[in-house]
């Protein structure tokens, strides 16, 4: 039960202290011991569950200062604390108009070049499976997603199979920086979305980690991502105070289960190859959107009948069982402001469980894999239970 409550600023602004005459080499390592001390501290439930971290003139970086804002996935989801930035950040060229964001594309729009004549041609023989592979797709989703209530993902080297998803002390916040340039060249290449070309990356290095480390063993074993998915019946980006008035703050999220494409011998040699791969298994999954309207309205039962607990508890269970979840937000294209400091890059990432995260700065795309640093995941269930 939320309740108003005093708030103490010195409670929950901390400014970081490193020592002086650091090299820009040892800087970077005390940020990010720093950044993953962050990561697996739990925020005092007798306070308001947020704190701002303070980092003032970074060596590492071309940036004056570095903000953090640690808040708990209690108070509200992705969306909502992209609400709660836009509240707070202005346009640089021009503060008095709103934020643009990407526009949506994807290979459909290709196809739509197609001559019209052709196209009407293609929709009477197609209008028949149109119709009815969406339906059997979305049933076989919606059991698969029930499925994962109660059936886990094997154990691998990237799942120890561990029901204690707490993050442990050596825990650190890896990250990754590519061209947003380079991205969108595959992408037009591929006649793909970003989002596709992000997750198929993520897949591609993962089964190559787990080829590596569990040879031989790849094809055998069931390995699933949970991708994070907002189900709100309005579209769009919003201010918190238009997501207030239209009751959208808070958690509105559920999670679809997307399995590993298997990694062939080729794909080592043609990534692209593999790329076009996930796309067409996460294009099957958007052909069965109606599995994930069920699977919330099951929730939505589940949470009439047992309450929140209950509706949580299953939503837990259905993430723990996969082997990794994957969560992202898409930010703005123009450059924006905060307190008038023009931002070079805004990123999240969820503390609480390990997840890979991709987002996306004015010019690059960036990862941040969150792992245990001190296991060595091995293949036998008694290395697992020492090292993960």
């Not at 962050?38 to 940036?63: E, M």
């Not at 924006?336 to 969820?350: I, K, R, T």
Request: charged letters at 25%.
């Amino acid at each position: 039960m939320w309740k108003k409550v005093e708030v103490n600023a010195e409670d929950h602004i901390k400014v970081a202290k490193f020592p002086e005459d650091l090299s820009a080499e040892s800087y970077k390592d005390h940020y990010d011991d720093y950044i993953s001390s962050i990561t697996t501290s739990q925020l005092p439930q007798h306070k308001p569950l947020w704190v701002i971290h303070i980092i003032n003139n970074p060596k590492h970086i071309n940036a004056k200062g570095i903000l953090v804002f640690k808040v708990h996935h209690a108070i509200g989801d992705g969306t909502s604390m992209m609400g709660v930035f836009l509240s707070c950040v202005k346009r640089v060229d021009d503060p008095t108009l709103p934020c643009t964001f990407p526009s949506k594309s994807t290979s459909s729009t290709i196809q739509r070049k197609m001559s019209n004549t052709k196209q009407i041609v293609m929709n009477m023989f197609n209008i028949v499976p149109r119709f009815i592979a969406p339906i059997i797709y979305s049933l076989y989703d919606f059991g698969q997603s029930v499925g994962s209530i109660f059936i886990e993902d094997d154990q691998t080297p990237i799942r120890s199979g561990n029901i204690d998803t707490s993050l442990p002390g050596s825990t650190r916040v890896c990250s990754m920086t590519f061209s947003l340039d380079d991205v969108k060249r595959i992408k037009t290449l591929l006649g793909v979305t970003v989002n596709d070309i992000v997750v198929g990356i993520i897949f591609f290095g993962t089964q190559l980690y787990i080829r590596e480390k569990d040879p031989g063993q790849l094809k055998e074993k069931q390995s699933t991502a949970t991708i994070f998915v907002n189900v709100r019946s309005m579209k769009g980006n919003f201010s918190a105070e238009e997501m207030r008035k239209g009751k959208l703050f808070g958690n509105r999220i559920t999670n679809i289960e997307v399995p590993f494409p298997h990694l062939e011998d080729d794909d080592l040699f043609k990534p692209l190859q593999f790329i076009k791969k996930a796309h067409n298994v996460i294009k099957r999954k958007r052909n069965g959107a109606l599995g994930l309207h069920l699977m919330v309205s099951l929730l939505e039962v589940i949470r009439t009948i047992g309450g929140l607990k209950a509706a949580a508890r299953t939503l837990e269970r259905r993430w723990k069982n996969c082997s990794f979840a994957i969560t992202n937000m898409i930010g703005p294209t123009d450059q924006v402001s905060f307190a008038n400091h023009p931002l070079n890059g805004f990123y999240f990432v969820p503390t609480g469980i390990n997840m890979e995260y991709s987002d996306m700065g004015l010019d690059t795309l960036k990862f941040y894999i969150v792992s245990d640093d001190t296991a060595e995941c091995a293949t036998s269930d008694d290395e697992y239970a020492e090292g993960c």
